[in-house]
């Protein structure tokens, strides 16, 4: 059985600095390097020492002494191989030992490049865990602050309404909103409902059991029922805490997206305005869920809601879509959900709301 | 596949090109932008991946063009081959100040690794690949980064080196303490690894940051005495338009501090 001879690579006492092209051929137990056709050494396997060197230790280096001096053979990865095959099984345990030094390198290398991701990316692992359970977490959160708190922040809310606009506090206007109010709310609620005079078609939930109402929504309504199913809406909002859990949720979500992403600016703000958004369309169909319940506990006639948003489409064909709809579900989607719904309920029992609906929207203060 | 042989001239001292001279049939392959001019008869043709032979099929063009998008090259290679009759001849130019270096990659033993972003051009048929540095301790401090370019082939390749080049043979065992970012090329045969620079107070005031690139022989180490980076830092550092420490725009704005002040007690770092 014959191998190729394999090219090498000598370097050596009186061999010029950057080494010589040498072939390497075993010849029984001798292992015979010769430069060109001239045979240059000789060896005895017990005089050589083998070792993994170069660049990733992909190269054998081969090293011997004589007389003249110490002598080095390198053999790149592809000469290797072949080497390999061809050596005397005397010989085998040495590059065995080569090979092991070259996986050891490998091994390393790939489980440093592991940790090394793992590192880079664990605050991504921290965030992907959060959205999970952002719910329970936040519920969790929302549970341990306190009711005080909450008023606080409910005040406050209030106290930049009064600033940004006026609040409507009597006449007919405050007088039927307070009427529709008194229906769905139960006595022992603690909610308080105001009039913003404001012309955009809009109403919000602040802590600490505030709703607001903007006169824009009121001129939009066709019916005392439309005004309380968004009424109902809202109430749910604040029965389930919604805004308390998404200011949790925003503050989390924010210390996480820039320690995910560094402080990228824009990066950072989209992905957590996006995330919100999707917060918050959750939570509305749980609201719009939780409204139509108190609407028929309070035979108020469901069908309100939905024909408030068919009014809402109709606006938004318009161009730029209300405000309420900018963190709401599509409006069709929400429509079909109510409607399918509202079909399970059968037919509930239902009493018109005693309100003077023409005499309340012609009190209505003037858009400005 | 035969690589071309390709013969050619580089001019110029310190801001060099290179002009490779080709035969009817032969080309030549180039990094995007690194063009200076051509002859006519040299058709240019962009291709995914590297043109060498190495690529068979889609994927392999794929996975080449994949590496190069790792080693900060652009997808695609420019090859400009010779379409004509007689010899043409087509130019590349270094990108900053510095020199070029031909590498004859047949006569360094078939296989040369670079640092990333130093290739300048090469015959067709050099493939350009990666090699990954597996000494987390080189590849994390050792100022290279993990990801360092292979050139195979047994033609010439182009390379690039910053400032002035130093070429070094080392002998087996032979050890050179080199400050981060200096290295440009080496072969394979040669072991590169990073070394603590020793002394606390050295590595914390000496300014020469905390460890060593440590090449050990033997083989062929290339040296460049200004890494691109290290130039920039002083031209961002020097601009009007600087910021944050270490800038020194708003010397020359007012005219005591810039000339007289300034200049003689701030001297020249």
């Given amino acids: ?368 | 596949m035969a690589m071309d042989e390709v013969d050619y001239e580089i001019f110029g001292n310190e801001m060099q090109f290179v002009e490779v001279e080709l035969d009817p049939g032969e080309a030549a392959i180039g990094e995007a932008g690194a063009m200076m001019f051509m002859q006519d008869g040299i058709d240019m043709d962009t291709i995914f991946g590297d043109g060498s032979a190495q690529q068979g099929g889609f994927f392999g063009k794929l996975l080449g063009a994949g590496k190069r998008l790792v080693t900060g090259e652009s997808l695609f290679t420019t090859v400009f081959h010779n379409e004509g009759n007689g010899k043409r001849r087509v130019a590349f130019a270094a990108p900053y100040p510095g020199k070029i270096i031909p590498m004859h990659l047949a006569e360094l033993g078939g296989t040369l690794i670079c640092q990333k972003d130093s290739f300048l051009c090469a015959a067709k048929g050099v493939s350009l690949g990666i090699a990954f540095q597996k000494k987390l301790g080189a590849g994390l401090f050792g100022g290279e980064g993990f990801i360092m370019q292979k050139l195979e082939g047994d033609g010439y390749a182009f390379i690039h080196a910053g400032g002035t080049l130093k070429e070094l043979i080392l002998a087996p065992g032979q050890t050179l303490r080199v400050d981060t970012g200096c290295v440009v090329a080496f072969q394979p045969s040669v072991d590169f690894d990073i070394q603590f620079a020793g002394k606390i107070k050295t590595a914390l005031f000496g300014g020469e940051g905390l460890f060593f690139a440590t090449l050990r022989g033997p083989g062929k180490v290339w040296l460049q005495s200004l890494p691109l980076s290290r130039m920039a830092d002083r031209i961002v550092m020097s601009s009007r338009l600087a910021s944050g420490p270490g800038a020194r725009s708003r010397d020359e704005g007012s005219l005591l501090g810039g000339v007289a002040l300034g200049g003689l007690l701030g001297g020249d770092e």
Avoid: C
């Fill in chain 1, 1 to 368: 059985m014959s191998h190729p001879p394999v090219s090498a690579r000598l370097y050596g006492p009186g061999g010029p600095a950057d080494g010589m092209a040498a072939s390497l051929a075993w010849r029984g137990q001798w292992l015979v390097v010769s430069g060109g056709e001239v045979v240059l050494h000789t060896l005895a396997i017990a005089d050589l020492r083998a070792e993994a060197r170069g660049f990733n230790d992909s190269q054998l280096g081969l090293y011997w002494s004589d007389d003249a001096g110490d002598h080095v053979l390198i053999l790149d990865a592809a000469a290797l191989a072949v080497f390999r095959e061809a050596a005397p099984a005397a010989f085998g345990h040495r590059l065995e030992a080569v090979r092991q030094a070259q996986r050891r390198t490998d091994r390393r290398f790939r489980w440093g490049i592991a940790v090394l991701l793992t590192a880079l990316s664990l605050p991504l692992v921290a965030l992907g865990l959060f959205l999970g359970f952002s719910d329970p977490l936040a519920d969790w959160v929302v549970k341990r602050i306190p009711p005080s708190v909450e008023a606080r922040l409910g005040e406050g809310v209030l106290a930049q309404t009064r600033a940004q606009s006026s609040l409507v506090a009597s006449g007919p206007v405050f007088d039927g909103v307070q009427a529709i109010a008194q229906r769905l709310a139960q006595p022992d609620e603690k909610l308080r409902f105001y009039v913003a005079d404001r012309p955009e078609i809009n109403a919000f939930a602040a802590p600490g059991g505030v709703v607001v109402v903007n006169t824009g929504l009121l001129r939009a309504a066709g019916s005392p029922e439309e005004v309380a199913g968004v009424l109902a809406h809202e109430i749910a909002h604040v029965e389930l805490r919604h805004s308390l859990g998404q200011l949790v949720k925003a503050a989390g979500l924010r210390v996480l997206l820039s320690a995910g992403v560094g402080d990228y600016g824009p990066l950072t703000d989209w992905g957590a305005r996006l995330t919100e958004l999707k917060f918050s369309r959750d939570a509305e169909r749980a609201a719009d869920t939780r409204g139509l319940e108190r609407l028929v506990a309070a035979r108020i006639d469901p069908a309100g809601l939905p024909r408030f948003f068919k009014t809402l489409e109709k606006s938004e064909a318009g161009g730029t879509p209300p405000a309420l709809l900018s963190t709401h579900p599509a409006t069709g989607e929400r429509q079909a959900s109510l409607g399918a719904a509202i079909q399970a309920l059968g037919t509930p029992a239902v009493e018109p709301i005693p309100v003077d609906w023409p005499a309340l929207q012609a009190a209505l203060p003037r858009p400005r």
